[in-house]
């Protein structure tokens, strides 16, 4: 018996397959399941690349610091798990010339004078690096106006210096310098560092020297601020062990000051970068699931509705329904298994051409392909078919007997209705899978189904408002159009849905795509500053306020240096909190500040900002992540020690900052009155284009006193991971609108044959064909504006949801997107009907009766 059904399922798919019935089911499956490959295998190879990328601004996969000297065991017990390490040791110095250059290094123009026989001096932030190091990514020098990588450390007696140090040193390319004891050749201009990084030291101008000549500097005494660095990398298994071994240790221990870094614990910019980059994959994934899930399920419905007929004979020539069941599963299974190898096919090709086009951004390198993407596609193509097409198989086991002389069908069983909770909840699991982001895919999944249900209930309220419609014009085709509606509510509602969610996608993965990406290019903008300008006196605020104004006139804050001693009254210790951050934290001084207006891109989420700017008693508003490790809240009280001075003040606000804008930005703010009688520099930001970057060197020589620190390479990449990361999502973007596009085929196609039996009907009793072709452009154009508004109101509320709750950055309706989607909607459904109707005119009306 099992192989005489096997046998009949096979003439069935051999017989469906000539008769065109399973082209459409298996292109849908082949493109759902191409467009996820597409995806899968492209994310996990960008997403792979990315991540090593980014371990770039550690220089390594692990980073281990600390103010005193680190364990030699540790470097020794890294080289025997197999990892690589490099050492670097960072600390301020004075670094010396004579001051007698009179040649400039390449690269560089002006600022230098000649002929000075004064010697000069400059703090700089002195580096010792091993011969191996970077890790990862690659040290790049200036040589003749270029940035160039090089695999090169410092050789013995030499030093490679930042570019400003050329002009306030005055030195060019072999002078001597001298830091401590020992004097080195100037051999190289650094454009930029891997693990350069965004502390207050390491704006500093920078010198790197070899290890080997550290010791004979003889800079590092007893007192010195010096940190130590390890550098590890290796494969993500060695690390993770090696870095738990590492906690261990500085637990067991109780080690003070050492600590551990990865990307995901480091930069606070570049974190807050991938975690965007990667929920943005995700939604295009998810996206790709949801389209791929209606596309399948539209597809199946229509099978079922093609085969009801074929059904039922078969029940009359003997079939039981559990054999007709087993049939159509075996049928299914077949074509589940070559739609989804032909789609993994696909998708890996696709990706291939995905790459081809993004050209010089992701061809560095990215790591292989893993087998990975090719197993979910296989498990997708089938989890898309027992979710989405397990319920019209069920339907058709039910098909009584009678339906071979009574056009008449049972009402669908409650083990078929149950079939429909099973798919829901495989496509809610289908996106959760994809995404691997639990927030993101609830948040989307709950958007699109109670976007679902809400686009049925208003479709069958237009529906029945449109009654009232019919007698507004007296025109026949009107009229038809109207009767036509209100004549198969459920099908128009299911067509008006599905037709809603397709336009929800695309709109979404289009217009409302776009102020998404704009949104999160402003959250880390191309124009941030990229220097900044510290220790500027008060006698010198205008005389620099007048050199800026060509650069949008930036704001000149106050600084003040205080260290926080104690918190109501309770005195700080370097033990008082559990959390070494926090120790930290009240180990070293703060920079506070003081002003009228809240700062720029600052968000008040808890208390007020002072009003009352002429009150003497003094208010604090404290940035939330630093009240949180220090377990502030509204009304404590905060003593600061200011150059001997105490001065308590009450927190009366706590403050959300946007570090990305790399704006300047201060842990604690101080109402003005309270703070005028402290000693106080001030300090800036602004943007120097590159057309003009000598400014920052002549304003060091005119101001020996300044330190500018050039944070650019850091802003590049920030926004070399941006660009990259907006590039591939806007590609990918057209797999799932190939999915987009299936699904509205889909929902316009599933209706075609009841327009075709419906039009001969009509025809057979009279309407000529100009009555029938306004009809159905009428009844179109209805049905495309309605579903087109609300796939508009659908994709606004899912972007708004997406940017405030999950992306975090500001959001803004556009009235574009209900003004596209009310006339794609009508376009496309416009279409449709121009394709459904040219068949039926080309089919006489016997015929078409005939076969229904």
């Known amino acids: 018996m099992f192989s005489s059904i096997l046998s009949l399922s096979l003439k069935m798919t051999q017989r469906d397959w000539r008769a065109g019935e399973l082209r459409f089911l298996l292109v849908a499956l082949m493109v759902a399941v191409a467009s996820l490959s597409s995806v899968g295998f492209f994310v996990d190879r960008l997403r792979n690349g990315l991540n090593r990328d980014a371990h770039q601004v550690l220089a390594s996969d692990l980073l281990v610091s600390s103010a005193q000297a680190l364990n030699p065991e540790w470097k020794n017990k890294a080289q025997h798990a197999g990892l690589q390490v490099a050492e670097t040791v960072v600390f301020p110095s004075m670094a010396l010339s004579s001051g007698q250059s009179s040649v400039q290094p390449s690269g560089q123009s002006g600022g230098a004078a000649s002929g000075n026989e004064m010697g000069m001096a400059k703090l700089v932030t002195l580096k010792a690096v091993t011969n191996n190091y970077p890790l990862r990514g690659k040290l790049k020098l200036n040589q003749a106006d270029k940035e160039v990588a090089t695999d090169e450390t410092p050789k013995r007696g030499t030093a490679w210096i930042d570019p400003a140090l050329f002009g306030s040193l005055k030195v060019a390319m072999g002078d001597p310098i001298t830091l401590g004891e020992q004097q080195f050749t100037v051999a190289a201009s650094i454009a930029s560092e891997p693990d350069r990084g965004s502390g207050f030291l390491s704006f500093s101008p920078r010198v790197m020297i070899a290890m080997d000549d550290l010791a ?128 993994v096919a696909l998708g890996f090709a696709g990706h291939y051409v995905l790459l081809e086009w993004l050209g010089k951004l992701v061809t560095n390198d990215l790591p292989p392909a893993s087998f990975l993407p090719a197993l979910q596609g296989l498990a997708i193509g089938i989890l898309l078919l027992i979710g989405f097409a397990m319920p019209p198989i069920l339907q058709l086991r039910n098909v009584p007997h009678n339906r071979v ?275 106080q520099t001030f300090i800036t930001a602004f943007r120097v284009p590159d057309t003009n970057k000598q400014f920052a060197n002549q304003l060091t020589l005119d101001f020996p006193n300044l330190t500018v620190m050039d944070v650019g390479a850091i802003l590049k990449q920030l926004q070399d991971v941006l660009d990259q990361v907006i590039t591939a999502v806007e590609f990918l973007f057209l797999f799932t609108l190939v999915s987009g596009i299936l699904v509205l085929y889909a929902a316009l196609a599933g209706s075609q044959d009841l327009r075709m039996r419906e039009a001969a009907l009509l025809r057979a009793l009279g309407a000529t064909r100009q009555q029938l072709s306004q009809a159905q452009w009428i009844e179109f154009l209805l049905v495309g504006s309605v579903a087109g508004a609300l796939a508009a109101s659908g994709a606004s509320a899912i972007g708004w949801a997406l940017a405030t709750y999950s992306f975090k950055f500001a959001w803004s309706f556009s009235s574009l997107v209900w003004g596209a989607g009310v006339v794609v909607g009508a376009a496309c459904a416009l279409i449709g009907g121009w394709l459904g109707l040219r068949n039926v005119l080309k089919q006489p009306p016997l015929l078409s009766l005939r076969n229904s």
């Not at 009254?569 to 951050?581: H, I």
């Open 405 to 679: 002389i009574r056009r008449e069908q049972d009402a669908p069983q409650a083990l078929t209705l149950a079939t429909y909770g099973l798919g829901l909840a495989v496509f809610v699991g289908l996106l959760l899978w994809q995404t691997g982001d639990l927030k993101v895919g609830l948040m989307v999944a709950a958007g699109f189904l109670i976007g679902m249900l809400s686009f049925a209930l208003v479709a069958r309220v237009c529906i029945m408002g449109l009654k009232r419609l019919r007698n507004v014009f007296n025109h026949s085709a009107w009229r038809f159009a109207i009767t036509a509606l209100q004549r198969r509510p459920g099908a128009t509602v299911v067509q008006v849905v599905a037709l809603s969610l397709g336009l929800m996608a695309l709109l979404l993965l289009t217009v409302v795509r776009s102020d998404l990406i704009a949104a999160w290019k402003q959250s880390t903008p191309a124009d941030a500053p990229n220097h900044f300008v510290i220790n500027i006196q008060p006698e010198q605020k205008n005389e620099i306020a007048k050199r800026l104004e060509n650069f949008a006139q930036p704001k000149i804050y106050p600084m003040i240096r205080g260290r926080l001693i104690e918190v109501n009254g309770n005195v700080l210790k370097p033990d008082s909190y559990q959390d070494e951050r926090a120790n930290g934290l009240v180990e070293r001084e703060f920079n506070l500040s003081t002003m009228t207006d809240l700062p720029y891109l600052n968000k008040i989420v808890a208390g007020e900002w002072y009003q009352d700017t002429s009150a003497t008693e003094p208010e604090a508003s404290v940035e939330e992540g630093l009240a949180k490790t220090l377990k502030l809240q509204l009304g404590d009280k905060m003593t600061f020690d200011i150059a001997g001075q105490k001065m308590t003040a009450k927190i009366t606000s706590l403050r959300k900052l946007d570090w990305g804008s790399m704006r300047v930005n201060f842990f604690v703010v101080i109402n003005p009155k309270a703070m005028q009688n402290m000693p």
């Open 216 to 343: 004979a500097t003889k800079l590092i005494q007893d007192g010195s601020r010096v940190t130590y660095r390890l550098l590890l990398a290796g494969d993500k298994v060695s690390i993770k062990e090696f870095q738990t071994f590492l906690e261990q240790e500085i637990k067991t221990k109780s080690l003070k000051g050492v600590r551990l870094e990865t990307i995901e614990s480091g930069n606070e910019q570049m974190r807050t970068t991938l975690d965007r980059a990667e929920q943005f994959l995700s939604m295009v994934s998810m996206l790709s699931a949801m389209l791929a899930a209606v596309a399948v399920a539209m597809a199946a419905r229509r099978f079922m509705l093609r085969h009801i007929d074929a059904c039922a004979m078969l029940r009359c020539l003997g079939l039981t329904q559990n054999q007709v069941t087993v049939m159509y599963l075996f049928e299914f299974l077949m074509l589940g298994v070559a739609g989804s190898i032909a789609g």
